[in-house]
């Protein structure tokens, strides 16, 4: 018999009843019934009831057993009795009857438990995350993140791509965050660059003629944390195809990223046709660029119910300025006061000056509420009538500049959505959100300034870039949202030297720019580049929608801090005074 196992601790069954195994694994819990001790033995597979009564010659050892000792175990299968069958373990008919035993690794007092899985501070969890990692539901989470990964590969090779590594230590690209340097020992204060993605490189395999590509990517980017978003680094199905257009894409992407889901969505509804959304549609109907399409709620316009009105403070602001709107936010099925008022109370807590609103009540003229009173019955119901509403509803409103208050308006229509209990939980709502702006203002620098990345192609080309104001100008660049979150971004991109060339001109920077940054690229786009496109999904994000937590750090193995703290292997480190010397470097402390 093998060392430390015949079995594991997921594998017995009751064809194994009368066999003599050997297990090994991690005493999970220790049961003491009157003399006859019970241990749930756990390992990477699954867990198994050990029983052992005071005559066996084990019981010594085993009555030492405390949780997380690891143990080895030799005994007998047997059958459990009707009343103890446990059919939530797949190990729930059988049990083993110890008659020997063997202490493999005693543990220390346990600074956070495995069994039960209380709720424990973040920096204990991730000081000693090799114990958080035991925990049932973190470890199945990673094992779905890992599983999530296989599928992806299985489906990116079944729709003919191939699988290509680029490299780590490159040079800086701007990809909207800032780059992780590397010191260079042999060129003497110069630097490499942590990739922020693979973009350039997997655009050079296109015109190298590999025509379909993708990795499991690893990306680096000194960005602020947040829930949705690990510390430095990521990893992301990064993909690229030549000869395509972007319904090409969508196409050969959709089936990969509808399967994931299906294979790992616990039977949770999975969007069929994923919708196609224009950006600027989005940011109207749903005030973000990666709308929770579970929320049924959509907003409108009402400026025309409100210009003219008795609602002086509306009526004012659009009498002064043509670019101030109205926007509607209806909350089907939240007409009464109480409601109105929370949500009220809510908006001056994000630092707003409050939140109006009408709702409509049985037996009552118009609606109710201040804004109805100074509207009018013609209007209130006019507004009514065009967003649906009717008795027992509401209708929130927001005013001003949308640039100015669309973010606003969309958190208003999640916290509605949210309070009143209208969305879906239990499907993954998929859309591409496209024909993203290329340019924007940049307020900071006064200026027009990429967007996103200046690798998209703008509708148009190179015509619509000489012919249309570059503020109104879009791309062929899409994002593909779920619940809520951005999983993926993409384009198709532009190959041409002389469209990138006067995109780096728009922004402000010339040809010299182009070639110091982006040399190897602008050279190679003049020897023939394909059209070509593709996106990057994010692995870490859709194994956390999948697995139905609300943190990256759940789903990823050894993650940092939200201070960049590294707790189990103390990183970031002083570096030594050989090592600085070597790297040609001198640490200049803040002031």
Not at 502 to 521: C, N, P, Q, T
Request: aromatic residues 10%; glycine residues 8%; hydrophobic residues 40%.
């Amino acid at each position: 018999m093998h060392r430390y196992r015949s079995h594991t601790c997921g594998a017995l069954r009751e064809s194994d009843v009368g066999t003599s195994v050997r297990l090994s694994g991690w005493v999970h819990r220790v049961r003491d019934h009157g003399g006859l001790l019970f241990v749930d033995l756990r390992d990477h597979y699954g867990l198994t009831q050990i029983v052992c009564d005071p005559d066996s010659p084990a019981f010594p050892v085993i009555e030492t057993l405390r949780a997380e000792w690891v143990v080895r175990i030799d005994g007998e299968v047997k059958a459990r009795t009707p009343e103890t069958i446990n059919d939530r373990l797949p190990t729930g008919r059988v049990e083993v009857f110890v008659r020997e035993a063997e202490v493999l690794s005693a543990s220390k007092e346990l600074p956070l438990p495995v069994f039960g899985e209380p709720d424990y501070p973040e920096e204990t969890r991730l000081r000693y995350r090799f114990i958080d990692l035991r925990r049932e539901t973190l470890h199945k989470n990673i094992m779905t993140r890992t599983a999530v990964i296989s599928e992806m590969r299985k489906r990116m090779q079944a729709s003919g791509f191939t699988e290509f590594q680029t490299p780590i230590l490159t040079a800086s690209s701007p990809e909207g965050a800032r780059d992780f340097l590397v010191p260079s020992r042999i060129h003497a204060g110069k630097f490499y660059a942590l990739p922020q993605a693979p973009q350039q490189y997997k655009q050079l395999l296109m015109v190298a003629g590999f025509d379909r590509y993708f990795q499991i990517a690893p990306c680096f980017r000194d960005e602020d944390p947040r829930a949705d978003r690990l510390p430095g680094e990521f990893y992301q199905l990064d993909l690229e195809m030549s000869f395509v257009e972007q319904d090409d894409v969508f196409e050969t992407m959709e089936p990969v990223m509808r399967g994931v889901f299906e294979t790992f969505g616990n039977g949770f509804p999975v969007t069929q046709e994923f919708p196609r959304i224009p950006h600027s549609v989005a940011m109207r109907k749903y005030g973000s660029d990666k709308p929770d399409l579970r929320n049924p709620i959509e907003m409108q316009a009402v400026t025309d119910h409100f210009a003219g009105s008795g609602f002086k403070v509306f009526a004012g602001m659009i009498a002064n300025d043509p670019k101030v709107e109205i926007w509607a936010i209806p909350a089907p099925k939240g007409g009464n006061r109480a409601f109105c008022d929370r949500m009220n109370s809510w908006a001056q807590g994000e630092g707003q000056p409050g939140l109006g609103y009408i709702f409509w009540r049985e037996g009552e003229e118009g609606g109710a509420g201040p804004l109805a009173k100074n509207i009018g019955p013609e209007r209130t119901a006019a507004i009514a009538a065009q967003l649906g509403l009717g008795v027992g509803d509401a209708c929130f409103f927001v005013a001003g500049r949308p640039e100015k208050f669309t973010a606003f308006a969309g958190a208003a229509r999640t916290r509605i959505g949210r309070e009143l209990g209208i969305i879906d939980e239990d499907r993954f709502a998929l859309a591409w959100i496209v024909d993203f702006p290329m340019f924007e203002w940049n307020e900071e620098e006064k200026r027009v300034d990429f967007a996103h990345n200046p690798f998209s192609m703008p509708k148009g080309g190179l015509e619509g870039l000489e012919s249309t104001d570059p503020l109104a100008l879009s791309a062929y660049q899409y994002d593909l949202v779920c619940n809520g979150y951005e999983i993926a971004s993409g384009a198709i991109r532009n190959h041409k030297p002389e469209i990138m060339k006067k995109v780096f001109e728009v922004a402000g920077y010339d040809e010299s720019v182009l070639i110091e940054r982006f040399g190897g690229m602008y050279r190679a786009f003049q020897y023939g580049a394909p059209p070509h496109g593709g996106m990057a999904a994010g692995v870490d994000r859709v194994a956390m929608l999948i697995c139905g937590v609300q943190n990256l750090r759940e789903v990823a193995l050894f993650p940092m801090n939200q201070q960049w703290i590294d707790l189990l292997m103390g990183a970031p480190a002083d570096p030594t005074p050989k090592q600085l010397r070597e790297l040609n470097l001198r640490v200049v402390k803040p002031a």
